[in-house]
């Protein structure tokens, strides 16, 4: 599982770096119910710092694993945050690993939403 990117303050200078408490809903909930209650506590984490990058002028972006905001949160909401910024990368699932409960749907949905306003779509081999 992937972690936090470690930077010395001398790196962070310059950079608003927003790194939210997140709980991988499917890989940590046991029920249906557990994987919503994570996914929608995670968003709620996350939803401020979209505020934050919006009130910020950035002028590039890099998001991390943006599918994880999808689980309960909505494209089009985190679209207001990124559609003014000249340069953003984003990377998320986009696989089927995970089954198609409610969540795996949901996730789906609003990454192919989000990815219709995309100037540029790369998928990534899965890796063996």
Same mark, same amino acid.
């Given at each position: 599982?992937? #972690?936090? %990117?470690? %930077?010395?303050? +001398? *790196?962070?200078?310059?950079? /608003?770096?927003?790194?939210?408490? !997140?709980?991988? =809903?499917?890989?940590?909930?046991? @029920?249906?119910?557990? !994987?919503?209650? %994570? &996914? ?5 984490? !996350?939803?401020?710092?979209?505020? @934050? !990058?919006?009130?910020? #002028?950035?002028? &590039?972006?890099?998001?991390?694993? /943006?599918? /994880?905001?999808?689980?309960? +949160?909505? &494209?089009?909401? /985190?679209?207001? @945050?990124? *559609?003014?910024? =000249? @340069? ?12 198609? #409960? ?11 939403? %989000?990815? &219709? ?12």
């Amino acid at each position: 599982m992937g #972690g936090k %990117l470690p %930077l010395s303050d +001398g *790196e962070k200078e310059g950079i /608003l770096y927003l790194s939210p408490w !997140i709980v991988p =809903p499917r890989l940590k909930g046991k @029920t249906e119910e557990e !994987i919503l209650r %994570l &996914a929608g506590e995670n968003r709620e984490r !996350i939803e401020p710092h979209l505020e @934050t !990058i919006r009130k910020s #002028g950035a002028s &590039a972006l890099i998001i991390n694993d /943006l599918s /994880l905001y999808f689980h309960a +949160g909505d &494209a089009p909401q /985190l679209w207001l @945050t990124v *559609e003014r910024i =000249p @340069t953003v990368v984003m990377n998320g699932y986009y696989g089927r690993h995970f089954g198609e #409960g409610s969540v795996s749907r949901k996730e789906r949905g609003e990454m192919k939403w %989000l990815m &219709a306003r995309c100037d540029r779509v790369l998928f990534l081999p899965p890796t063996p």
